[in-house]
Nanobody, 118 residues
């Protein structure tokens, strides 16, 4: 069973930056390199939403609300995907989850809390 562990969350002031990491284990580097990876977030009382995704080819997609501020990247040698978040606002406060998609299966991490104070 693939395992995903997110890290890098925390409390930051508005305008600040954070970099989230999601490390995948129990999966070979070759298989990880062909996965579709994504970051999602769920704010209190709201549904989970897609923030950014990256394909096996490095193609990226962003939610309109984070375009120009967030950057998703991956390091296949480390089985890790990142989310660099700049110019954070209180509206970015949420639990951030990493998702790995491979063929017909999806795997989720446990989430990491990001809190942005005004």
């Amino acid at each position: 069973q693939v395992q995903l562990v997110e890290s890098g969350g925390g409390l930051v002031q508005a305008g600040g930056s954070l970099k989230l990491s999601c490390a995948a284990s129990r999966i070979s580097r070759n298989i990880f390199s062909i996965t579709h990876m994504g970051w999602y977030r769920q704010a209190l009382g709201k549904e989970r939403e897609s923030v950014a995704t990256i394909s096996r080819f490095g193609d990226t997609n962003y939610a309109d609300s984070v375009k120009g501020r967030f950057t998703i990247s991956r390091d296949n040698a480390k089985n890790t995907v990142y989310l660099q978040m700049n110019n954070l606002t209180p509206e970015d406060t949420a639990v951030y989850y990493c998702k790995l998609s491979l063929v017909a299966s999806d795997y989720w991490g446990q989430g990491t809390q990001v809190t942005v104070s005004s």
